[in-house]
């Protein structure tokens, strides 16, 4: 379980690329006592999740329920296919109210002869609720229907574990939509001498220019490249925010330069904190 989404679902994320060890999945897989044993632990990971619901009338009362293929073993396994049908037709027959969606992510080409197999024990009301994205659009899925101080970094979002610097008080992250061939500047307020301002951010699908520049209230002083215009690209599926920091030695403020060179609308997510130096 981690974070919650737009409408307040708890979110379970369910991480099948673990499987693609071979002694973990024998361990899990491989005898008809280790699949019951799978199906009861996967029970008990529901259980957990219905615990943190509100049934009350108006309250929460389902899951959001994220399913992460990437590396997972594919429908050649049997075993695999057994767990999973078996899975499948338990958790609607004991829980069929209890997920609000069913979002797969990372999903690769055998998912679709998966799907097909496992459709006819689905019933039409469990399908509706299924969403499916391939690798390069995870990060905009995900983002539809969470939170990005909600959605965990490793898949775009701005959720870190132990993040000390953006408690829940100061974690919203805006957004900013960036027409082609624009430029979007952020600016943060830098007036209190040997603060510590902290920013991250991101561009969908990158590929933009982007600067950070330091910039005196005194005329006299000179402005301070704390980045370098430089462009972003995005080198993976997987690319996380930008996180950087700067102390100020006089009063200021930062400046950061989004440039979108290319034809296409660009979403900018972005937060930032300015921390005083008596508080470090």
């Given at each position: 379980?981690?974070?919650i989404d ?6 379970c994320?369910?991480?099948?690329g673990v499987f693609?060890?071979e ?5 899990t897989?491989?005898?008809d006592?280790?699949?019951?044993h ?40 049997k075993?695999?296919?057994i767990?999973m049908?078996q ?6 027959d ?21 799907n ?8 039409q ?6 969403v499916?994205?391939?690798?390069a659009?995870v ?6 229907y ?7 970094v490793q898949?775009?979002?701005f ?16 957004e900013?939509?960036?027409k082609a061939?624009?430029t979007v ?7 209190e ?10 561009v969908l ?5 982007y600067k950070?520049?330091?910039v005196?209230f005194?005329q ?12 972003m690209?995005?080198?993976?599926l ?9 102390i ?10 989004i ?7 660009k ?6 904190k ?5 508080s470090?």
């Amino acid at each position: 379980m981690n974070g919650i989404d737009k409408e307040g679902h708890p979110v379970c994320y369910n991480i099948y690329g673990v499987f693609a060890d071979e002694e973990l999945y024998k361990k899990t897989f491989g005898t008809d006592e280790n699949r019951r044993h799978f199906l009861r632990w996967r029970f008990q990971l529901m259980e957990k999740g219905i615990q943190k619901l509100d049934l009350r009338p108006g309250g929460v009362t389902s899951l959001l329920q994220i399913n992460d293929l990437k590396n997972s073993p594919g429908p050649s396994r049997k075993e695999l296919r057994i767990a999973m049908k078996q899975a499948v037709g338990a958790l609607q027959d004991n829980y069929p109210e209890y997920v609000a969606r069913n979002i797969f992510i990372n999903v690769p080409f055998w998912f679709y002869a998966l799907n097909a197999l496992l459709s006819p024990f689905l019933t039409q009301r469990s399908k509706s609720k299924f969403v499916v994205a391939r690798p390069a659009k995870v990060t905009d899925t995900l983002l539809k229907y969470i939170p990005a101080e909600e959605v965990p970094v490793q898949y775009g979002g701005f959720k870190r574990e132990n993040d000390f610097e953006f408690s829940d008080q100061d974690a919203a992250v805006s957004e900013i939509s960036i027409k082609a061939g624009s430029t979007v500047t952020i600016e943060i307020p830098a007036e209190e001498v040997g603060s510590t301002s902290i920013w991250e951010l991101m561009v969908l699908n990158w590929e933009v220019n982007y600067k950070a520049e330091f910039v005196p209230f005194d005329q006299g002083s000179y402005t301070i490249i704390v980045q370098k215009s430089k462009k972003m690209v995005s080198q993976s599926l997987e690319a996380r925010p930008i996180r950087n920091t700067f102390i100020n030695n006089e009063s200021g403020k930062l400046i950061l330069t989004i440039d979108n060179t290319s034809s296409k609308k660009k979403r900018l997510l972005y937060r930032y904190k300015t921390k005083k130096s008596s508080s470090l």
